[in-house]
């Protein structure tokens, strides 16, 4: 006796196709996206960004106002606005400090060149923050990423970007004063 076995055609996965910044920007000026509010680019992939609780609106907010009054003569600060780092990202950090006065960035947004510190407030969105978006910041050359992380309550502080990630880590926990350098 025989058994005969039946076996299915698998359909050829999907293709996967990458954007650039520049088409990234064309989609969101043409109004193609629905909401475009809810995703950002990272990888030259629409991802998803993730809904913010209490505790991480706060802490966004706490740490905004900490690096504000620490701001010297020539820089500013944003919130939840993108920042363009070729060729295929464009993240929203919760917290970037960026080159110049608001007036700058009506027209443009800010690039790495500008940009001395971002920080990502993380709990959902660790892997992703410590996976893609670290790859991210360092591949486009942001001098200084920190995660606040509210899970294991302590600062992680990348820094030294290169091609392969950030050479430098460091980890301060609950207490533990975390040292700002913006522009030298």
Same mark, same amino acid.
């Given at each position: 006796?025989?058994?005969?076995?039946?076996?299915?055609?698998?359909? +050829?996965? +999907? /293709?996967?196709?990458?954007?650039?910044? $520049?088409?990234?920007?064309?989609?969101?000026?043409?109004? #193609?996206?629905? $909401? +475009?509010?809810?995703?950002?680019?990272?990888?030259?992939?629409?991802?998803? =960004?993730?809904?913010?609780?209490?505790?991480?609106?706060? !802490?966004?907010?706490?740490?905004?106002?900490?690096?504000?009054?620490?701001?010297? %003569?020539?820089?500013?600060?944003?919130?939840?606005?993108?920042?363009?780092?070729?060729?295929?990202?464009?993240?929203?950090? $919760? !917290?970037?400090?960026?080159?110049?006065?608001?007036?700058?960035?009506? &027209?443009?947004?800010?690039? #790495? %060149?500008?940009?001395?510190?971002?920080?990502?407030? /993380?709990?959902?969105?660790?892997?992703?923050?410590?996976?893609? =978006?670290? /790859?991210?910041? %360092?591949?486009?050359?942001?001098?200084?990423?920190?995660?606040?992380?509210?899970?294991?309550?302590?600062?992680?502080?990348?820094?030294? +970007? @290169?091609?392969?990630?950030?050479?430098?880590?460091?980890? &301060?926990?609950? @207490?533990?004063?975390?040292? !700002?350098?913006?522009?030298?």
């Amino acid at each position: 006796m025989s058994t005969a076995t039946t076996t299915r055609p698998t359909a +050829p996965s +999907p /293709s996967v196709h990458r954007i650039t910044v $520049d088409e990234y920007e064309r989609i969101i000026e043409a109004g #193609a996206l629905e $909401d +475009p509010g809810r995703v950002e680019l990272i990888d030259g992939e629409l991802v998803d =960004k993730m809904g913010k609780t209490a505790a991480h609106g706060w !802490v966004a907010k706490e740490v905004l106002k900490a690096l504000e009054s620490r701001l010297p %003569a020539g820089w500013t600060s944003r919130k939840d606005e993108p920042v363009r780092l070729p060729d295929y990202d464009e993240p929203e950090p $919760d !917290v970037a400090i960026v080159r110049g006065v608001d007036a700058d960035y009506e &027209f443009r947004l800010p690039t #790495a %060149a500008d940009v001395a510190l971002v920080v990502e407030v /993380s709990a959902s969105t660790l892997g992703q923050d410590r996976g893609q =978006k670290l /790859s991210a910041y %360092a591949r486009g050359g942001i001098p200084v990423y920190w995660i606040v992380n509210l899970i294991d309550r302590q600062v992680e502080v990348y820094s030294r +970007p @290169g091609k392969n990630g950030y050479r430098s880590h460091k980890t &301060f926990g609950t @207490g533990e004063q975390v040292h !700002v350098v913006i522009g030298g």
